[in-house]
């Protein structure tokens, strides 16, 4: 069992920034991917920025340059730096940790970013 609390959402003017935080508790050891999923009004959940165990990242062409993800090195703890915001940024953000056998999400925070 992995327990996954958020913070760092809220509104921003475009431009902005903002920094997300994800706290692992629970099975930890088990974790091997976390990362960062949004959803937007209509649209699919969609992945935004991962981060391996073994400390390697990907992240969506739409914020390659602006995003960053990273993770404390007990990787109990995951970040996305979130720069150069813009209104299509707009959404629900997810963490999500995956062990190979079970998947967990957190409970989601909001990020606006307005015009």
């Known amino acids: 069992q992995v327990q996954l609390v958020e913070s760092g959402g809220g509104l921003v003017q475009a431009g902005g920034s903002l920094r997300l935080s994800c706290a692992a508790s629970g099975d930890i050891f088990s974790i091997n991917t976390m990362g960062w999923y949004r959803q937007a009004p209509g649209k699919q959940r969609e992945l935004v920025a991962a981060i391996t165990s073994h400390g390697r990242t990907n992240y969506a062409d739409s914020v390659k340059g602006r995003f960053t993800i990273s993770s404390t090195n007990a990787k109990n703890t995951v970040y996305l730096q979130m720069n150069s915001l813009k209104p299509e940024d707009t959404a629900v953000y997810y963490c999500?940790?995956?062990?190979?056998?079970?998947?967990?999400w957190g409970q989601g925070t909001q990020v606006t970013v307005s015009s």
């Open positions: 999500r940790a995956f062990t190979g056998a079970s998947d967990y």
